[in-house]
């Protein structure tokens, strides 16, 4: 037990310059954004394009930043990009109500109507957390569990009345992880076309077409391969697009 | 046991001895019973044998022996429109074919199937197949029909030649057979007639076109709809077709008309027709036998009931002609003409003639003439001033009619507005326009009060209005929010990590608080060992205190006591076997180094000698002993 502290000490000083570098980037990025309102006020959605993507590139995000991109975009007429930034936006906030929105009247513009999304039963109570949320709510629930089950010791409990509470703060705790990696993995596959594009049965651009998806049309990636990216609708039909033509929502 | 063996091999032997002084070729049964049942079984098995074998060679003999092949016709004499039947029979063999019969001089040729028949008469078996063939004479005259051949295991049959007498009767016999009696027949009796009132018209324009079938006492049944080769033209509906006799040359004929009309698609040369129709021809059977032999149902008042008639098909098929199609003239084509080649009127009228905003007038109009209204398109209703519902447009009765509901918007609407319709005219040979209206009506505004409202419901709440409602997008957000780290997952994971490690490390630390709590409770040689070194030092410092007092007694006691004290906790023994031999023991089982217990034994003993013999210690012998103590006890506790 004396030998903990030092290594813990040691941890928080190795992290701490981190912590303020993340708190020392906000400035600009918060500047970015205003101006990126005001151009859109204006009607210059062109410039609150290039300035949410620019306060975007510094390498922070928040659902805000993704949410005014999205609509900058869809007054720009892109509405593949406009869903790629609500998704992501829904990504970080997926119970914003003005996200949800948006989300919904841009996918009302797609020409082909989109099936709605599938959820697995289990997941479904966790839809309206985001996979951070999940992670910090599986966290706490472990400390509050771990630190009842210490309290309860310490007050003499019997080990059966303490084991009850152990596997409840568990079994909850581990559902959030559960939700929390579903989230990403969900996220990390889903993806937006950007154009009216041409899914092929090979990843060459002399093979066959198999179909076509409309530009906003949402669709899972399964794998890349040399600039191609391998996709699946919600039918199941898979195909391969070129790299270029699809938005990741798990990447900016 | 063994008599009875032995008895039974002595009676074979003696059996077998008188079987071989038996005749020779002489094979005896083992007992005149079962020899009796064999000989039995053997001469009915030899019947069966026999009867089956007659029964299959005996056919085969026959028809190797009696084979024959015969040709028949019911009558010699036949009239022409009366069928006669031509049976070829062979007997004999049953496995042939029919004899095709082909190009039958004065005769058209039908097969109507065969017939089998196997007898036994007398015990004589015999077998025969018939082929039936219906002929139907074509013309008068006297004509032989040949000799046919058949080939049966490589020998060659031959029916011998009939002649058969064709009268002219009072049913004239029908063509079919040769093109040339074919050709007399129809022009005689049977004429298929495809007029047109002119061979040039228009494109598009409709020719009325009739056409009769003339048919004289030829009995047709099952006469269909003519069918016009329509490669080019469109072909009208049929109107009802009527019948009627005609006298043509001073010759009756029933006549059966059909009028429609055509209308040429193309421009050009256009050959119209043929026209084809089918029925059935009804040939009476000369000589028709009834199965029973000849009865009172071979009287002619019975025979119609009994089929005596045969149903003949008959194809019957007009001349073509040529029609001169002329495209429509590109001068004075009206810039809205639809393509209405004909003659034509338009109708129209609107009612009522007096309305209150809001109410609804209708307008009706209708297309007729001599034209072909299928392709026609009705006038358009301008649109302006006036709320326009989907028009009613039906065809019925050589009328295009169009019924429309308009609504005028307000009481600045004063009629509505006129109808025109162009097409071509082909007898003047040019473009012509009709022109109906404009129809005026008188629409008052409604007064105060009026506006609508559903009977029975003056009550009732307003019905609600159907609304369009805006959509678009949510505005965008003021505020930035809390900002994510993207750049690397350490840094976006920091705060994460940093309370989990922090709450482990607390947690973990109060969990082994408790866990060293708990063991000092439970586990008693750990509490000992634990509460050791904590015992030995308080003793330390009372020895200590006692050797600055200069009490030696009470320094040497509590030296003693501390080191009891400490090895028996450290051992878990009691406090009386701290010292001497058992101590020493455990010490040397835990490990203990011998100098360590040497020097520990050396201790004890100063300890002894200085609390019971009473000897005066200075002052620095004592801390030298108190140091003393402190070391064995800390090289002890290290190595436990």
């Known amino acids: ?28 990025v918060q500047e970015l954004f205003l101006k990126a309102v005001e151009a859109y006020k204006t009607g210059d959605y062109e410039t609150a394009v290039r300035l949410n993507t620019q306060a975007l590139s510094s390498g922070v995000e928040s659902p805000a930043l993704h949410y005014n991109l999205g609509n900058s975009y869809l007054r720009s007429r892109q509405l593949g990009r406009a869903i790629a930034s609500y998704l992501r936006a829904k990504r970080l906030a997926p119970g914003d109500v003005d996200v949800l929105a948006n989300l919904s009247y841009a996918r009302s513009m797609v020409s082909v109507p989109q099936p709605p999304e599938t959820v697995p039963v289990w997941a479904v109570p966790l839809q309206m957390i985001s996979a951070g949320a999940l992670r910090w709510a599986a966290l706490f629930i472990f400390m509050l ?34 939700g929390a990696g579903y989230r990403l993995a969900d996220e990390a596959a889903l993806g937006v076309c950007l154009e009216r594009t041409e899914v092929r049965f090979e990843p060459a651009p ?6 076509k998806l409309p530009e906003g049309a949402e669709i899972r990636v399964l794998r890349e391969k040399d600039g191609w990216i391998k996709i699946e609708r919600a039918d199941h039909k898979s195909g391969w697009v070129q790299a270029q033509s699809v938005a990741r929502i798990g990447r900016n | 046991m063994v008599d009875v063996v032995a008895k039974h091999f002595r009676k074979e032997d003696r059996r077998r001895q008188s079987d071989a002084h038996s005749p020779a070729g002489q094979q005896r049964f083992p007992g005149w019973r079962s020899g009796l049942k064999a000989g039995w079984l053997r001469l009915a098995l030899a019947l069966i044998l026999l009867g089956a074998a007659g029964a299959f060679l005996a056919p085969g003999l026959a028809r190797a022996e009696d084979i024959t092949f015969e040709a028949a016709v019911q009558s010699n004499h036949v009239t022409v429109g009366t069928a006669v039947e031509l049976t070829l029979t062979v007997t004999g063999e049953k496995d042939v074919d029919p004899p095709k019969i082909e190009n039958l001089d004065g005769f058209e040729t039908r097969y109507a199937g065969p017939t089998a028949q196997v007898s036994v008469i007398n015990g004589t078996y015999s077998s025969s197949k018939a082929f039936h063939y219906i002929l139907f004479p074509l013309k008068a005259g006297k004509f032989t029909i040949p000799s046919f051949e058949l080939t049966v295991n490589g020998q060659v049959y031959n029916t011998q030649p009939i002649v058969v007498e064709v009268t002219a009767g009072a049913v004239p016999g029908n063509s079919g057979g040769a093109q040339q009696e074919k050709v007399e027949d129809i022009s005689n009796r049977i004429k298929l007639l495809f007029l047109v009132p002119r061979y040039e018209c228009f494109v598009n324009e409709t020719l009325p076109v009739v056409i009769k079938l003339y048919y004289q006492e030829v009995p047709l049944q099952d006469i269909t709809m003519p069918e016009v080769k329509n490669d080019g033209i469109v072909v009208g509906d049929y109107a009802q077709p009527r019948q009627y006799e005609e006298l043509v040359d001073g010759v009756k004929f029933r006549v059966v008309e ?25 040939y009476k059977m000369e000589g ?21 008639y045969q149903k003949r098909p008959l194809t019957i098929t007009s001349s073509t002609f040529e029609l001169n199609v002329k495209p429509l003239p590109e001068e004075g084509r009206p810039a809205d003409f639809s393509g209405a080649v004909g003659q034509f009127d338009l109708q129209a009228e609107v009612g009522p003639a007096e309305v209150k905003a809001g109410d609804p007038v209708t307008l009706k109009a209708a297309i007729f003439g001599s034209g072909s209204l299928k392709n026609i398109r009705m006038p358009q209703v301008p649109q302006e001033g006036f709320k326009v519902y989907d028009p009613q447009i039906k065809e019925e009765g050589g009328r295009k009619s169009l019924e429309q509901v308009l609504i005028p918007t307000g009481p600045e609407v004063a009629a509505v507005p006129a109808l025109t319709f162009n097409y071509f005219d082909p007898v003047r040979g040019q473009y012509a326009t009709v022109t109906r209206g404009p129809f005026p009506v008188k629409v008052s505004p409604l007064a105060p009060g009026e506006e609508f409202h559903a009977v029975g419901y003056a009550n009732a709440r307003a019905l609600p209005q159907r609304e369009d409602l805006g959509r678009d997008i949510v505005f965008i957000k003021d505020r930035i929010g809390g900002l994510r780290d993207v750049r690397g997952s350490l840094a976006r994971e920091l705060p994460f990590y940093t309370v989990l490690v922090l709450f482990l490390n607390i947690w973990g630390i109060f969990l082994g608080i408790y866990l060293y ?8 040689p750990f509490a000992r060992r634990q509460r050791a070194p904590r015992a030995a030092r308080a003793a330390w410092a009372a020895a200590e205190k006692s050797a600055a007092a200069g009490q030696t007694r009470a320094f040497y006691d509590a030296l003693e006591q501390g080191l009891r004290a400490f ?4 051992l878990s023994l009691p406090l009386g076997d701290a010292f001497g031999a058992r101590a020493r023991e455990e010490l040397l089982r835990e490990g203990v180094p011998e100098d360590v217990i040497a020097r520990l034994q050396a201790l004890e003993s100063v300890i002894e000698l200085a609390r019971f013999a009473s000897a ?21 506790e290290e190595i436990l």
């Open chain 1, 206 to 211: 002399q093979a066959t077409v198999y179909y």
């Open chain 2, 567 to 570: 090895l028996a906790d450290e």
């Open chain 1, 1 to 28: 037990m004396k030998r903990w502290w030092p290594l813990t000490v040691l941890v928080f000083l190795f992290l701490a310059p981190l912590v303020s570098r993340a708190e020392v980037s906000s400035a600009g």
């Open chain 1, 145 to 178: 569990t771990a630190t009842l089950v210490l309290a309860a010791l310490y007050a003499g409990l019997k080990r059966r009345k303490i084991i009850p509470w152990a596997i409840q703060g568990g079994v909850l705790c581990i559902y959030c992880i559960l």
């Open chain 2, 517 to 524: 709590r708990r063991r000092l409770q439970t586990d008693e």
């Open chain 2, 258 to 282: 059909f009028q429609t009309s055509i209308a040429p698609s193309r421009t050009g040369q256009l050959g119209v027709g043929p026209v084809t129709m089918t029925a059935n021809m009804l």
């Open chain 2, 616 to 636: 005066a210690s200075t002052a620095e012998e004592m801390s030298r002993h108190l140091e003393e103590a402190r070391a064995v006890s800390r090289a002890v």
């Open chain 2, 288 to 308: 028709a036998k009834s199965p029973f032999g000849r009865s009172v149902f071979d009287d002619d008042f019975f025979s119609g009931f009994f089929n005596s």
